[in-house]
Nanobody, 125 residues
Framework: QVQLVESGGGLVQAGGSLRLSCAAS????????MGWFRQAPGKEREFVAA????????YYTDSVKGRFTISRDNAKNTVYLQMNSLKPEDTAVYYC??????????????????WGQGTQVTVSS
C-alpha cells in the first residue's frame, strides 16, 4: 500500500523559509515522478514543483522559480520542497503526489495516482 506522508508545514512571516518533506513507502518509485501541489481557500489545486525519481529532473511553476527547490533523497525515499522568500500568496495546503511515467503530463494533478494528506503553510504579511 502506497503511503505519502507530508510534514514541515507551519506559520512563517513573509520572507521566511520552510522545508516540506514527503516520506514515500509501499513500492519502488524509480519510475515515478513526485510532485508538490497546493490549494488555497477558494482556489483550485495548482502545480508547484515536481522531480523525476530516477534522474532528478525538476520542474517548477513560474511563480516559485528561484525561491523553491525540490529535491529527493533516494536512500530515505523522501522528497523535499525547500521554500525560501515566502510570500503571503504562498499560503495554502501543500500536497505531495506520486505519478508513474508522466512525461509531459507532469504538471497535471489528475495524472498523479497517489496523494498525501496535505500540510498547511501559512505566510503572514
Amino acid at each position: 500500500q502506497v503511503q505519502l506522508v507530508e510534514s514541515g508545514g507551519g506559520l512563517v512571516q513573509a520572507g521566511g523559509s520552510l522545508r516540506l518533506s514527503c516520506a514515500a513507502s509501499g513500492r519502488t518509485f524509480s519510475s515515478y515522478a513526485m510532485g508538490w501541489f497546493r490549494q488555497a481557500p477558494g482556489k483550485e489545486r495548482e502545480f508547484v514543483a515536481a522531480i523525476t525519481w530516477s534522474v532528478g529532473r525538476t520542474y517548477y511553476t513560474d511563480s516559485v522559480k528561484g525561491r523553491f527547490t525540490i529535491s529527493r533523497d533516494n536512500a530515505k525515499n523522501t522528497v523535499y520542497l525547500q521554500m525560501n522568500s515566502l510570500k503571503p500568496e504562498d499560503t495554502a495546503v501543500y500536497y505531495c503526489a506520486a505519478g508513474l511515467n508522466l512525461g509531459g503530463n507532469i504538471y497535471i494533478s489528475d495524472n498523479y495516482a497517489y496523494w498525501g494528506q496535505g500540510t498547511q503553510v501559512t505566510v503572514s504579511s
